[in-house]
């Protein structure tokens, strides 16, 4: 498989020292809270819920008895009432002495004496329009029951005033029954005082799920059913329900088919174990908080000391070898002697180095100096000999070869002389060859602007780029200058981005439509046209034709081109 | 020694946890339906019953994932079957945020409210309220059950087929814009078949009222039949005043008695009395049949036909509400009046233009304390 991926290259993972250790503090810190938090409050919400059914289920009890003990005193007034009838009293009578003891208890509305047929014949209090009304429609099976037991209708609508009511029945000696008209909203008002808290609701449920008795009375009069507990069943005599924000729980009554609900607030009652959460929770937060505020603490006061300890390792790899470095630290300890003993014996190579570099050094000055001594020497013995020559010999050549072991033998000169090797300032090299050259073949009346950026360049392009100047501005004096007295010479060298421009204008005759500078083979133009090659540039002229001078401009890249 | 991935990943796990206790608590929000009825007093049966359809729908249609996602709330309110009741009780729910009312099940307390809800823009769905007052009208008013002139065309044509020829009339005052509808409706039909009506008598349905006062003005009026369009206290109560004469008069009742109540209160002597009514639960509709279990289960007892048509509406509504554009009063019209035809569990429901329907009515006659069909 090639081992190219494709796409931006994956940073290599890191992981942050401090971050790690932040993350794991608070790690260290949050889950054993929470943990301990969620235990404690879990067991405490199972030990209060058991607690709170249980609870529950003795509110139900007691409600029931007393339930019980309402229902009891209708059905003591019943069988008194049975027993009246059953008496030697006349049927006026009976009801006279019906009157007096139901007016003193508010949990009978209303008593009905019904013949065996189920019509009325008597009720209490008098009811005259009513008498011989058929209630035979009533599910009281009376005809079950033995003599003197009472019996429990479903609820219905009074005939007599449109309220729900239960009613109570009994059948005496005569087969006449005795029918006794709860007083549900008595019931209703009974139960008010038996609810624990403020918002418990209780109410008495038939066996179809319709409530008897409510601490709101409306539920009664409404024909409310059940909804939270579901339909009963005849096994459902105690069962709990959380439901709608409820808790429930209900219980028969004795001796009926009824059962008490009693509805509990569920945020109320778990009020309690609310705020044990809430407090455990809160626990939770102020360690959550503790532990990200030391954290956060502990990462400033680490950062800032690996931040000085950082600065410190660089100093050193910046060369300031002799420092201590120094942590509080004790895990840096030997991190730190490593890095002194490091910065020591780096120190130790950089000297030897130094001395070794300094060395080199003075030996290529030496071999500069010796190189332009020599490149002198020539030009000692090429002037010696032009001055053997007769006198109408052409000596042109020779002092073209002169001036350019001239320009060479400058390079040299100058980096003997500096303090750098590796590189020559071309401007000032610029300015002391055209120097030189003013003092060569300048005349009274040629003027010599330039105008030189100091522009540093290696030896072997500075060598190539003085022989170019050399020749142009030889031509500039020989044919732009020529004889005249008001010449001008205009030399330019700057940088332009990447580029080096070196422009000589002279303000001559020009040269001629034939002549191509670019062309021409004379050896001063194929001199400046290789090594304008060998600087990977070249060499334009320019000529405005008669009297307009000539302007030749190198442009070559300062540094070498790679292949 | 922990990663700082793998603490990064147990602080999101933290969190996460936390963060799904947070959303648990966060439960859609319920849409709030209106339901105003009548529930208290002697004619509280019929609202009751149909206050035990509307909810059992609505457990449904809940059990099922609701209505677009969120479930029904019902917020009932007691109308005392009156017209200032029924207004009281609009305005109530219109307060507790109603989007939609299912209710009214009487004429009378649906006769203030319709106006005041559809000034509103705010739809009602009455499962029972029948009278033809309110047929025609483009309001925001929508009904289950057919025009009550039915029912007493429906007795008008039982009597003449029995053979009755004059016929003494008592009505409801208290809920005249429903019982005098089906009196009209009979006395029309009735003297288009050659029989013979006497000027109604109006009864208020109090307990206090005097039947047996009642009861001797139409004995003197000597007639074959009495029709009696009102409650099943007024019409039992009616009963038991003719059978503490020993006179013997058949009787005639409109839907509204036909309840347990009236055999109730009239004891034996409701027997043989023939009622007009819709809502038959003995239905052979097999979603009838479940639907009459489930009551019986929840109810323990059997359904009249205001849970019929209580338990239609609610579905009615539910279903407009699914297709409604816009959930408010203009968007559920225009769905109710854009489907041809909403399912029932007694047949299909066809509204008009006007949101009325043409539902059929039975005939039944009471028999040892039963509700038997006869037609």
Sequence with gaps: MSGYVKGRPRRAERSSLLNIFIANLLLAATVPTFVVAGTVGFSLYRYLQREIHASSHSLNEAVAMETRRFLNGAESHIAAYSDLLDSELSLTDAGRLIDITREAHPEITRVLVLDPEARLLLTSPAEPGSIGRDFSGLDLALGDKAQGEVAYTRAYLSPFDGTVTVYIGCRGDSNRSVLIELNLESLSLFLLPLRIGQKDRIGIIDEAGRFIAHTSPDYVREQRYETILGPFTADSSARSIELEGMLASVMAIPGTSWRVAYYRDATEVRGVIASLLNIAGLISLVCLIIAVTIGLSIRRSISRVIAHYISDVQAVAEGFYEKEISSPFEEFIPLSQSIGVMGTAVAEREGRLRGALGEREQLLREIHHRVKNNLQIIISLLNLEVSRLPEDADTASFSASIDRIHAMGLIHQILYSQGSLDAVDIGDYSARLISYMSGAYGRPGVRIEQELESIRASLDRALSFGLILNELVTNAFKYGAAERTDAIIRICLRAEGPDVILRVDDDGPGFSEELNPGLTDSLGMTLVRSLADQLSGGVAWESGGAQAGVRATLRFPLEERGI | ?375
């Design chain 2, 1 to 375: 020694m922990f990663t700082n991935g793998r603490a990064a990943a147990i602080n999101g796990a933290l969190l996460t946890v936390f963060a799904a206790f947070a959303l648990a608590s966060c439960a859609p929000k319920p849409f709030v339906i209106g339901v105003p009825l009548g529930l208290t007093g002697l004619n509280a049966n019929v609202g009751v019953h149909g206050r035990n359809g509307i909810q059992l729908a609505a457990e449904e249609i809940n059990a099922s994932g609701g209505v677009r996602g969120r479930p029904l709330k019902l917020m009932i309110e007691d109308d005392l079957d009156t017209p200032e009741g029924g207004l009281a009780a609009a305005k109530a729910l219109e307060g507790k945020g109603a989007l939609a009312f299912v209710g009214h099940m009487s004429s009378a307390s649906a006769s203030l409210s319709i106006g005041y809800l559809s000034a509103r823009r705010l739809v009602l769905i009455s499962p029972t309220v029948s009278s033809t007052d309110f047929s025609g009208l483009d309001d925001y008013f929508f009904r289950i059950i057919g025009p009550n002139d039915a029912q007493g065309a429906a007795l008008a044509a039982e009597a003449l087929r029995r053979g009755y020829r004059t016929a003494s009339i008592v009505y409801n005052s208290i809920n005249r814009a429903y019982s005098l509808k089906v009196e009209e409706g009979f006395k029309k039909a009735f003297e288009a078949g050659g029989g013979r009506t006497f000027p109604p008598h109006a009864i208020d349905a109090s307990s206090s009222y005097d039947f047996k006062a009642l009861a001797t003005l139409i004995l003197n009026e000597n007639s074959d039949t009495v029709l009696c369009a009102a409650s099943a206290f007024d019409l039992s109560s009616l009963s038991q005043a003719l059978a503490a004469t020993s006179a013997s008069l058949p009787l005639l009742g409109s839907m509204w008695a036909r309840t347990p109540d009236l055999m109730v209160f009239g004891g034996r002597t409701v027997d043989g009395i023939v009622l007009a009514a819709g809502g038959d639960s003995e239905g052979p509709n097999p979603e009838l049949r479940r639907f009459v279990e489930r009551y019986r289960e929840r109810y323990g007892e059997e359904p009249v036909f205001s849970a019929l048509y209580g338990y239609e509406a609610m579905r009615v509504l539910a279903l407009a509400m699914a297709e409604a554009r816009t959930l408010d009063g203009p968007g559920i019209k225009a769905a109710l009046l854009a489907r041809t035809t909403f399912p029932g569990i007694q047949g299909d429901i066809d509204f008009d233009r006007y949101g009325d329907t043409e539902r059929p009515y039975f005939l039944f006659e009471v028999r040892a304390g039963r509700f038997v069909r006869i037609r």
